[in-house]
C-alpha cells in the first residue's frame, strides 16, 4: 500500500509518499539519509537498528513504518538534542565502551530509552535492556559501566 505519511522524525515533521509496509529502518537509511540506524539482521534479533517510538526503544528493522505515523521517532542522530541522550553518549565515550563501533548506536539508544523510563535502574535492568543488543567485540561490562555511571549521577542520592 502507498500512500502520504507523516511521521516525527527527531522532532521535525516529515511528509513522505511511499510504500507504508517498508520498514522504518529502510526508510530512515534510504529516504531520510539517517544512516546511523545499522541493519544487522533484518530480524529484530541484534539491536544495531534500536530507535526511541515515544522514548521507547524499537528494533526498527522489524517495524513497518505506518505502525509509527504520527509518533515521536529519535535515531541516534537526534538522541543528542536531548540532555539524557548527550549524558549517555558523552559517558560511553569516557568508558571507551565502543570498539568497532557498530552495535554503538543501538546500544546508546537502548540506554537512553532504559533510563528515560527509570533514571535508577538497576544492574540486572540494564542488563535486560542490553539483552537485545549484540556485540562481537565485547564492550557489554564497558558498556554496563557507563549506564551505571548516568543512572548514578541521575539519582538523587
Known amino acids: ?6 511521521l516525527n522524525i527527531n522532532g521535525m515533521p516529515v511528509k513522505l509518499e511511499l510504500d507504508e509496509n517498508r520498514s522504518l529502518l ?10 546511523g540506524s545499522h541493519f544487522g539482521c533484518g530480524s529484530g534479533l541484534c539491536g544495531a537498528c534500536t530507535v526511541l517510538v515515544n522514548q521507547r526503544p524499537a528494533l526498527a528493522c522489524d517495524t513497518p513504518v505506518w505502525s509509527v505515523a504520527g509518533k515521536s521517532i529519535t535515531t541516534i542522530e537526534g538522541v543528542a538534542a536531548h540532555e539524557l541522550g548527550q549524558k ?5 565515550m569516557r568508558c571507551n565502551a565502543a570498539q568497532c563501533g557498530y552495535c554503538t548506536s543501538g546500544m546508546v539508544m537502548a540506554c537512553v530509552g532504559l533510563l528515560w523510563a527509570d533514571s535508577a535502574a538497576s544492574d540486572t535492568q540494564i542488563k535486560n535492556a542490553l539483552d537485545g543488543n549484540l556485540c562481537r567485540c ?14 548514578a549521577a541521575l539519582s538523587p542520592n
Do not use: W, Y
Not at 26 to 35: F, H, I, S, Y
Not at 88 to 92: I, K, L, T
Not at 138 to 151: C, D, E, T, Y
Open 1 to 6: 500500500m502507498s500512500g502520504p505519511l507523516d
Open 26 to 35: 529502510d526508510v530512515l537509511r534510504a529516504e531520510l539519509g539517517l544512516t
Open 88 to 92: 549517555v553518549q558523552d559517558e560511553f
Open 138 to 151: 565485547g564492550a557489554h561490562l564497558r558498556i554496563v559501566r557507563a549506564v551505571k555511571n548516568v543512572s
